[in-house]
């Protein structure tokens, strides 16, 4: 019922914001004689803020067609490389652009789409041949496709980085995770190190990654811990409506995702949307576009399967299995000690909100066997979740580390 009602509201939205943006064009038409009364523009700016709220939201584009090296503008394109059930490999072709770092980088299945790492991708084409985890809606997976869990996601990492190793020996690949994947990329590049696979990635970067929960823990790890498991399998689960292919489905809906993200920073979210109208009552588009693009990213969700999700609050945030060194995989240990060669870089913000300092950097205490020189640790001062992998502190200030990294450690 929850599902339904929410598709309900939606559909009621959808409309009033359809209206909405029809009314905010009436009132900007410079044909339109109240355009020039005195509150047609504060109306109209209104309508347009409200429309933007309200408006219905499929999969975004990565839209990035060129990238600049050397000073040469090269075009890009999408390729997807392996098609699977629950997400694709997708590479993105620089032409006439050979060599360089082959880099996977792993996007969170955590209610937003890939494009969430748009700008991750963007700043690291001109340095890499990058590849991406692009994840389906899991609403949109027949049931006929069958289960998706935290074992079939490491899976899915183990076949992709052999897929982009296949022609490569031990192929120079290298690992970007954000966020959520941190674990089970570290559990990855444990098991592929174990079984001395030749794909298995020469660095493996973890950004703001929930290693360790019980380090600095956040709102978001408090909220995973203080209810009981049965407590999320009755209260945030609900089953795909009969409109989606993946109808009947169980899973954790990304409008729940969204609400819990929105809630934690309120407050910002109505300044910001203050502002965006205030911006727009002064003419200030391009301001006003900014936090326009923000959030027509940040609102784009999408479903994970019940079974990944709810395993996720099991193995990660209420049993701490990785770092107590009880995490498996299909009934096999998954033991950090097995990694001696893979360079690991732990990424953190002076000021993330959801992964708190020393999450990520346990990953570089576990890894016993690890030298030192392959181990590097890095905090993003004044950076929060978001700013670690997107906007100015990535690009000009934690970018430039990874390259250094990969480079080092090529």
Same mark, same amino acid.
């Given at each position: ?44 700016s209104?309508?347009?803020?409200? =429309?933007? #709220?309200?408006?219905?939201?499929g $999969? ?5 067609? /060129?990238? &600049?090296?050397? !000073?040469?503008? %090269? ?56 590849y ?10 027949p ?33 970007l ?10 559990? =990855?590049? #444990?098991?592929?190190?174990?079984? $001395? ?5 020469? /660095?493996? &970067?973890?950004? !703001?990654?929930? %290693? ?9 790890n ?23 292919p ?71 945030f ?17 033991d950090?000690?097995?990694? /001696? ?12 909100d ?21 181990k ?24 430039p ?10």
């Open positions: 019922m929850l599902y339904d009602a929410y598709e309900f509201q939606r559909s009621m939205m959808a409309g009033a914001s359809k209206m909405a943006s029809f009314g905010a064009d009436m009132l900007n038409n410079p044909a339109n004689p109240f355009a020039y009364l005195g509150g047609g523009t504060v109306v109209a209104a309508l347009e803020v409200f =429309a933007h #709220a309200n408006a219905t939201r $999969k975004p584009a990565f839209g990035l067609d /060129t990238t &600049t090296i050397d !000073g040469r503008e %090269v075009a890009v394109r999408e390729e997807i490389v392996l098609r699977k059930d629950f997400g694709q490999l997708k590479r993105f072709v620089r032409k006439g652009v050979e060599g360089g770092p082959k880099l996977l980088i792993v996007a969170p299945m955590s209610g937003h789409y890939a494009t969430l790492l748009r700008g991750t991708v963007e700043r690291m084409l001109p340095f890499a041949d990058v991406i985890t692009d994840w389906r809606d899991a609403r949109s997976v049931l006929s496709a069958g289960r998706f869990d935290l074992d079939d996601y490491i899976d899915y990492l183990i076949e992709y980085l052999e897929t982009i190793g296949a022609n490569e020996g031990r192929g120079g690949t290298h690992m995770a954000v966020c959520q994947p941190s674990v089970p990329c570290y559990a =990855a590049v #444990a098991l592929m190190s174990a079984d $001395k696979n030749p794909c298995r990635p020469k /660095t493996l &970067t973890m950004m !703001g990654g929930p %290693v360790d929960t019980r380090e600095a823990p956040t709102a978001v408090t909220l995973a811990t203080e209810r009981p498991h049965a407590w999320f399998e009755q209260n945030v689960i609900a089953t795909v409506p009969g409109n989606y993946g109808a009947g489905r169980k899973v954790y809906p990304g409008f729940l995702q969204l609400a819990g993200f929105m809630s934690m920073n309120l407050g910002n979210h109505m300044v910001s949307h203050w502002e965006m109208y205030k911006h727009l009552v002064q003419g200030d588009g391009e301001s006003a576009s900014q936090s326009q693009d923000f959030y027509e990213e940040y609102r784009s969700v999408c479903d994970m399967t019940a079974e990944f999700y709810l395993q996720t609050i099991d193995v990660v209420q049993n701490h299995a990785l770092p107590r060194g009880i995490m498996t995989h299909r009934g096999r240990l998954v950090p000690a097995a990694i /001696t060669d893979i360079g690991l870089l732990a990424v953190e913000g002076e000021r993330d959801i992964s708190g300092l020393g999450q990520t950097k346990a990953a570089l205490t576990l890894a016993t066997a690890l030298p030192d020189e392959k590097r640790y890095l905090i993003a001062e004044g950076a929060g979740h978001y700013g670690i992998f997107n906007g100015t502190r990535w690009r000009e200030k934690i970018a580390v990874v390259e250094e990294f990969i480079t080092a450690n090529g």
